[in-house]
């Protein structure tokens, strides 16, 4: 009996590589994991090589694993697009778009990423993740996120520059900073944090000590901890200013923060030059 090519497994193969992994893909199946690896060794077996291989905590495709995503993305649309015209098919069901950011300048710049997501993929799902740049770098990583915006120096050739970020200093409407001979209070996110490094550093730069009087371990926490007069806070420096706060001219300005843009392994590069340029426009 010839060698037959499974179309539930072809359909897991091509998830793995549109989704970025093996759990997204049983995510965007509605299966289990261990049934997407039990589809990836069936396709296996039937080929007689391997097809995908553990690359970290990502997966790459073998070349031969590539040869057959490739036949499988045709085989599928021939096949689907056969049941559509008999009418016992249902169209494709909308594939999401998982937007990575930090917390900083998201409230300006989430809409224009929305709406060039919304222009560039009119039939997606766009969903957003905020969180810390860490977390946001291992779900890349991960394949649980196609595309982030993160702030501070690159550190990977797959990161594509997107600007730099304006930062100022911000208090409570009549708050007045300690003397010069004593430390000023600072609110800022817990480590690991670029702006936290850069509020530190800006501050020695010109010889004024500094100590953490308030942290949290995201953006809203800072911004109350601010509001309340607990410290002064070095934010980013886009769109209105935050309620309740001022800007501070009387300290030394910071350094802008670099941007870049991300995608996860195997996402399409259009996805990445979308954000980017949305968010150099934005900060041009």
Known sequence: ??????????????????????????????????AISQHVRRLEKTVGRPLVTPDGRATRFTPDGELL?????????????????????????????TVGATEHAADHLLPLW?????????EARIQFRLDRGARITEALDDGAVDVAVLIGAAHS????????????WYAAAGWTPPPPERPLPLVAINDPCTIRRQALSTLARVGRTAWIAGEAGHLA?????????????????VGPVPPGLVR??????????PLHVRARRGAPPRLADLIRDAVTA???
Do not use: K, N
């Not at 929305?114 to 009119?122: I, S, V």
């Not at 911004?223 to 806070?233: D, I, K, S, W, Y």
């Open 157 to 168: 050739p797959a990161c594509r520059p997107a600007g730099a970020l304006r930062l100022a």
């Open 221 to 237: 926490g800072v911004l109350q901890a601010t509001r309340a007069g607990v410290g002064v806070a070095l934010l980013a420096d």
């Open 248 to 257: 501070r001219e009387d300290l030394p300005a910071a350094d802008p923060e």
């Open 1 to 34: 009996m010839p060698a037959t090519l499974d179309i539930t497994a072809l359909r897991s193969l091509v998830a793995i590589a549109d989704s970025g992994g093996f759990r997204r893909a049983a995510a965007v199946l509605c299966v289990s994991q261990s």
């Open 69 to 97: 995503l490739a036949a499988a993305r045709r085989l599928l649309d021939l096949h689907d697009g056969t049941l559509v015209q008999l009418g016992v098919g249902a169209p494709a069901r909308p594939s999401t778009i």
């Open 282 to 284: 934005a900060l041009r």
């Open 114 to 122: 929305m709406a060039a997501l919304t222009a560039g993929y009119p």
